[in-house]
């Protein structure tokens, strides 16, 4: 389980490591995959920038990576394999429950059966160039909580054979973090975060259960890193132009214009400091919680450089918070 550290920029894993308390979200660098013509990636990637990237990022003092069995249909595995490896002091976090084509780069469907659990870790663990994977999470967001038990019956068994070393659910229901907590091995949850969403019933059940909390979306899919405009729009093939129903920080593609006020209300409290837009949002995540553990994305050097800028410059102060959290409406949700 997470310990407090004396560094307000660094965190102590379950295995008893003290780690920079940033990691890298791998789904970008998988590229393109789709649920027939929806595309489910963020578009067209170049595996050698995304390797160059890994590596300036590891220079930098970054150790921990999360990727998915189904992030480009597998190919980010692949690719973070191909970076990594078996490279000892990298934590490499993965996830199950989503399978898909790799010849067709076509979803296929959710499953949890043992055998698909099982199949599905023999098969990351080869993409991946692993002896044992580090953390393996539960993918299906909003699976039924009591047949979720059967699950973790199979990931503690994993545990157990030393195929994995803990494990967790990616989901955003607090009563689903909550079901497994108390299970030796269940460490983390990783559920979407950020600015615009502090999700206090989340917080309260890691912080009272003493997980990790993997803050996905921390960049609330792109929108806080200041780079997109009412008429910009995204690529043919990334996601965050599909119709999906959970898809709330884009619209047709573009930026949704109820967050074009919040992010002006914010943008001078978050770039205080010297700091960037970026590195501001992950900074207001690092000042939220002893717990938060951001995964920002990434595809290219410059934007690892600037994320893990974030860690040198630390959590916001607790005055900016505040003023934060005055602008956007949200004191009463804390």
């Known amino acids: 389980m997470l310990t407090k550290t004396a560094s ?4 102590t894993l379950w295995n008893g490591r003290e780690i920079p308390r940033l990691g890298m979200g791998c789904w970008a660098i998988g590229g393109p995959f789709f649920a027939g013509d929806t595309p489910l990636g963020w578009g067209e990637v170049d595996d050698n920038e995304s390797v160059e990237a890994i590596d300036r990022a590891i220079a930098l003092g970054i150790r921990f990576f999360d990727t998915a069995s189904n992030y480009g249909a597998g190919h980010s595995e692949e690719v973070l394999g191909r970076a990594v490896g078996n490279r ?9 429950g989503f399978a898909t084509d790799p010849e067709t780069k076509q979803a296929i469907g959710a499953f949890a059966d043992e055998a698909f659990i099982r199949s599905s870790v023999e098969t990351s663990l080869r993409r991946l160039k692993r002896d044992r994977l580090d953390l393996l999470q539960f993918h299906i967001n909003d699976f ?21 070393d803990a494990f967790g659910w990616s989901t955003d229901f607090p009563d689903r973090a909550a079901r497994h907590a ?7 949850v990783q559920h979407t975060m950020n600015v615009f969403d502090p999700v206090p019933e989340m917080i309260a059940v890691i912080e009272g259960k003493g997980l990790i909390s993997i803050n996905r979306g921390p960049l609330a899919m792109g929108l806080l890193t200041g780079k997109f405009t009412a008429d910009k729009a995204v690529g043919a093939k990334d996601v965050r132009g599909a119709a999906l129903p959970w898809m709330v920080y884009f619209k047709d593609g573009r930026m949704a214009p109820e967050f074009s006020a919040r992010l002006d209300a914010v943008r001078d409290l978050l770039t205080s400091g010297g700091r960037t837009l970026t590195q501001g949002a992950l900074a207001w995540l690092l000042a939220r919680s002893p717990r938060t553990f951001p995964i920002p994305g990434f595809r290219t050097i410059s934007q690892v450089e600037e994320n893990a800028g974030a ?16 602008a956007l409406g949200m004191g009463e949700r804390r």
Not at 8 to 11: D, F, K, S, V
Not at 88 to 96: E, L, P, Q, R, S
Not at 311 to 326: C, F, N, Q, T, W
Request: no cysteine; aromatic share 6%.
């Open 88 to 96: 000892d002091g990298i934590i490499v976090a993965t996830k199950f």
């Open 144 to 164: 039924p909580l009591e047949q979720s038990d059967a699950v973790f019956d199979t990931l503690e068994a994993l545990r157990a054979e030393g195929k994995i």
């Open 182 to 188: 108390d299970r030796a091995g269940f460490v983390s």
């Open 311 to 326: 860690l040198e410059k630390g959590p916001l102060s607790a005055d900016v918070m505040a003023a934060i959290d005055a």
């Open 8 to 11: 307000p920029t660094t965190i």
